[in-house]
């Protein structure tokens, strides 16, 4: 079967960890080393980032820790995002949070991601946000340049609708392997708009950001939450594992082939996503899930 995009699909691990709050925990360098060494050993070797995590320090963080060990660079695919222009302390030249997608800046993002990172190359670069600014045809010259000059492996995107993901593609000799979107039981705006259909059809992975809906699953007070924290609830206890867990399940359990990231710097909680793997879903509970959500029985 041949696929119009790729037909070898996204190299990495199924479950991805996700550092935007790497700064928020505190670690020292050494301890930030054994939180990827623990990632690693638990097989989830997709390692998360964007260039404006932590007000643009996270990514600087993870290098630290990572140049005690460089060897270890080998063993995982390091995502990094770059488009977003965000004022702070630390780019003081920045007055206006926009999008900037010119191919200077991308250029000079993953020139600072390179150096923050301490690596020599990036696995797969991903634009963070669609701009109403963003020009198709001089995106692909900055990715052609970037891939020429052995910066970056494979190009994604985030947050794009498909219109803004075919355009892109359009422009690209490469494929785009990825696109990272809201996904989890609260939100689920992009199983129903075509974006998981349409990236299911090109063989493209959607990667799930925020798969726990910010807490939500586990605090929310409103009706839907409420509603689906009984059924995972119900579910959890039947299967004899945790809330956390049935909501990977139910990710994985797509045919679009969902990588949920994960955001909690505790390694208990990765390897629980790790085992989420294992758990057998069907399609019965898959819809209970969904049926609370929506608050309403299928059509």
């Known amino acids: 079967m041949r696929h119009q995009y790729h037909p070898l699909g996204f190299d990495g691990s199924r479950i991805a960890q996700g550092f935007w709050r790497l700064q928020e925990w505190n670690m020292t360098s050494s301890e930030t080393l054994g939180f990827i060494e623990a990632c690693l050993d638990l097989g989830v070797t997709t390692l998360d980032h964007a260039d404006i995590y932590g007000g643009y320090q996270c ?66 670069l991903l634009l963070h946000r669609p701009s109403p600014l963003m020009d198709a045809d001089e995106i692909a010259q900055a990715f052609d340049l970037l891939f020429t000059l052995g910066k970056v492996k494979h190009f994604g995107v985030s947050n794009f609708t498909t219109h803004q993901f075919d355009l892109l593609q359009s422009r690209l000799d490469a494929p785009l392997i990825v696109n990272q979107v809201e996904l989890s039981p609260l939100a689920l705006q992009h199983f129903e708009d075509g974006t998981l259909d349409h990236l299911q059809q090109h063989a493209v992975t959607p990667m799930a950001w925020s798969p726990f809906a910010g807490g939500e ?40 082939g969902i990588c949920p990231v994960m955001g909690s710097g505790k390694v208990e909680r990765l390897a629980m996503a790790v085992d989420a793997l294992s758990i057998p879903l069907s399609d019965d509970d898959w819809f209970r899930i969904w049926v609370a959500s929506k608050g309403q029985p299928v059509p």
Not at 69 to 85: F, H, N, S, W, Y
Not at 228 to 250: R, S
């Open 59 to 124: 990514e600087a963080l993870f290098g630290e820790a990572l140049k005690h060990k460089p060897a270890l660079r080998d063993k995982m695919e390091i995502v990094t995002k770059c488009g977003i222009l965000l004022p702070s302390e630390s780019r003081p030249e920045i007055r206006v949070h926009r999008y900037d997608y010119r191919a200077e800046h991308i250029l000079a993002s993953v020139d600072r991601s390179l150096a923050n990172l301490q690596c020599e190359y990036i696995d797969t």
């Open 217 to 256: 699953l586990f605090s929310g007070s409103n009706e839907k939450a409420k509603r689906v924290q009984m059924v995972l609830g119900e579910l959890a206890q039947q299967n004899n594992c945790t809330v956390d867990q049935i909501v990977v399940a139910w990710l994985l359990r797509h045919p679009s």
